[in-house]
């Protein structure tokens, strides 16, 4: 049976319940534009095609209460994984760049097909990578 | 200060404990080319220029023991969120492929600005959505 076409990832989506935090380190640190945000509830950041979706685990684990839109319930507590693509030559300038903001590098190595992967954790706790495209070629 | 560049989203997470399941939901079901897969732990999943990891968060909290790939331990419980691209024109389709699936459709509405999101349920109770793109245009 033929599939229904998908463009690509359209939402990715990451819990810390600081949001004033995640929005240092996702707008300020990183550089990523604000789409718009919900006091409290959520933050939204554009990455390249897609959005990248912060929430607070307890506003989102309850049904918004608007019938017009009807949003499912979703939350998750623990720490979550989400990779940046960059070009590897960047990926030092990226190791600077949180080093500068504070922002511990956890772990930098290369996969045995030779492309290389930087991680950090975010104010919640989630573990963010930054690598080379090329890991998934 | 200049931010370093980022191409776009790399890599996105989901939790599901029965990777079978989540295998027949998003290889068989959905359709998506399974990347690799490590029996137990997780299975990845291409989607456009992106991968889609769902990984078993009991093996992913530990962590992996190889000195060569420090990949750092995560893992979520819980509900999480994702989201496909899917031309406007196709979401009907997607909506009659999971109802032939027997996935139930949780919602499906359009947004202040006209365009149309569905959702459903992965078997892990993910809240899946597919959705026109110009959500955020």
Redesign the interface.
Known sequence: MT???????????L?VPDLAAAEAFYGDL???PV?TRAEGRHVFF????????V?N?AET?VPGGNP????????????????????PE?LD??RQ?MEAGGVEI??D?H?PNGARSV?V?DPGG??I?F?D?S??A
Chains 1, 2 share one sequence.
């Open positions: 599939h229904p076409p998908i463009l690509g990832t359209l939402e990715s989506a819990y990183i550089g990523l789409v554009r990455v390249g095609e897609g959005v990248l979706l929430f685990p684990e017009d839109l009807p949003v499912p319930p979703h939350g998750m507590r623990g720490q979550g994984h989400y990779c940046f693509a960059v070009p960047a300038l990226w760049r956890e772990a190595f996969w991680y954790r989630n573990s990578e690598a495209p890991i998934w």
